[in-house]
């Protein structure tokens, strides 16, 4: 009888277990969602050509806006793209980096496989 008992103490242990691990990713996915909606009410600004071209993306890389100084239009199109295109990958860096770190923060150290 004894045995059994142990046996049963054992099950409510692993069941304890068991119910803060869902618990806790419960706690991880309402974050996830509250990050996502932080993320998108977020603005990351990229910056080109000391400030003639300013690309504007959300927190989700969402394309916002460009800002192009009226100084840089006597440059020509071919550097204006190019300042464009440095621009974008300034916010897009930018935006993946506070992503990365928001996610970070809200799993807080959990190892969970595909977001290293």
């Known amino acids: 009888m004894s045995q059994s008992g142990k046996g049963f ?3 409510l242990g692993k069941m304890k277990e068991l119910t803060e691990a869902f618990k806790k990713a419960q706690q991880v996915q309402e974050g ?3 990050l996502q909606e932080d993320l998108d009410k977020l603005e990351v600004e990229g910056v080109a050509g000391g400030g003639l071209v300013k690309v504007f993306l959300s927190g989700n890389q969402e394309p916002r806006r460009v800002e192009i100084s009226p100084d840089a ?3 020509g199109a071919e ?3 190019e300042l464009v295109t440095v621009a974008m990958q300034d916010a897009y860096s930018k935006s993946t980096a506070t992503m990365r770190e928001r996610m970070e923060d809200l799993t807080g150290g959990l190892n ?5």
């Open 79 to 81: 550097v204006i793209s």
């Open 9 to 11: 103490n054992f099950g």
């Open 32 to 34: 996830a969602k509250q």
């Open 112 to 116: 969970i496989p595909g977001l290293s």
């Open 73 to 75: 239009l006597g440059e």
